[in-house]
């Protein structure tokens, strides 16, 4: 028996901190949406007792290290499976990018095995099982869009933004999470107005989905690498509506509407980056199926 599972991107519109918790973690405040770049994981029940990895992608652990790994890990051990399985990812988002890929590729391991082994858990429990994997787990566990708050894991969904064109742009750096959060100064930072993108997402009003684009940990990356600004000087030379980096970096993305435009701005950045992906916004919580 196997299946298949799609694993979306996410981008950050919105990405506010509130303050540093006792536990190390930062409060945040996100809205996050899915975009048409997406991982495949295939679950095949193998003999044996032991969870297999395997990806073509070198920056890909084939171990405990991997996400994947992690949620089929807690589901054998939770619900007592002594069954074996074999995860193959294949991988099509950048990895390390502030894209999500590996909570992405855990999420949908989650939801796959909930089918594979009939284990009739809800989404909202699939959900709580990622948040123990990593913050951005249980967003994507649901997908589409959605405000999300605590360290990135209570989740109040909310509808598509309106349709449009998201061009990624990862330059060839690595960046830590764990690092730009720790350089963090909140007494110092501009707060992107969160409640403000909520309305634009709920008015569908591309214009102020635009304007409201924030994210307070860019100015970290941006001063740590000046690579990722100058992905974003040239994303507006070539004409995009707004441009902000997803997540901790360093993925620059750009939204716009016009179809030519997207192909003015993809050919641009092509001649000095090398991984550009023109893909649709997402962004509705069916688009997993
Ligand atoms: C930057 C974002 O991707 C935006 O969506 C997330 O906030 C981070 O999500 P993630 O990569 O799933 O994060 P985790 O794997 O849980 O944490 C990685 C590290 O980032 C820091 N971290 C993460 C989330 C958070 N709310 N506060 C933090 O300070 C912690 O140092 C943590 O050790
Ligand atoms: N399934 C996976 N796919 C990619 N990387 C993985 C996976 N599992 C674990 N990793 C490890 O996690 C690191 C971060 O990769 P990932 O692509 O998830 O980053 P990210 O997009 O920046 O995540 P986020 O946006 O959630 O912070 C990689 O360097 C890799 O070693």
Excluded at 65 to 90: C, D, H, P
Excluded at 263 to 269: K, W
């Amino acid at each position: 028996m196997k299946l298949m599972e799609k694993a979306p991107a996410k981008i950050n519109l919105a990405l506010d901190v509130l303050f540093k918790r006792p536990d190390g973690y930062h409060e945040v405040e996100m809205i996050m949406t899915t975009v048409d770049l997406a991982d495949r994981i295939e679950l095949k029940e193998i003999k044996g007792n032991h969870i297999q990895i395997l990806s073509h992608n070198r920056f890909v652990p084939d171990d405990h290290r991997n996400l994947a790994y992690q949620a089929a890990f807690i589901l054998k051990e939770r619900f007592g499976i002594n069954k074996g399985v074999s995860i193959t990812i294949e991988k099509n988002i950048p990895v390390a990018a502030g894209l999500a890929g590996g909570s992405s590729d855990a999420a949908a391991t989650l939801r796959g095995l909930n089918r594979l082994w009939k284990l009739g858990l809800s989404m909202d429990e699939l959900a709580e099982i990622g948040a123990e994997i990593g913050s951005d787990v249980s967003f994507c566990v649901y997908g589409g869009t959605a405000l999300a708050r605590g360290r990135g894991e209570k989740i109040t969904h909310l509808p598509a933004p309106p349709k449009c064109w998201v061009i990624l742009a990862k330059p060839t750096i690595g960046v830590s999470t764990a690092d730009i959060y720790k350089r963090l100064q909140i007494a110092k930072m501009e707060h992107p107005d969160v409640p403000g993108m909520i309305s634009a997402i709920k008015e569908s009003s591309y214009q102020d989905v635009c304007q409201g684009l924030g994210n307070v940990l860019e100015q970290v990356t941006l001063q740590l690498y000046p690579e990722v600004a100058n992905i974003k000087d040239q994303m507006k030379t070539f004409g995009a509506d707004s441009v902000l980096m997803s997540g901790s970096g360093p993925t620059v993305f750009g939204l716009v509407e016009h179809d030519s435009r997207m192909q003015r701005i993809y050919n641009g950045l092509r001649g000095f980056c090398d991984q550009v992906y023109a893909v649709r916004l997402l962004g509705d919580r069916n688009d997993l199926e």
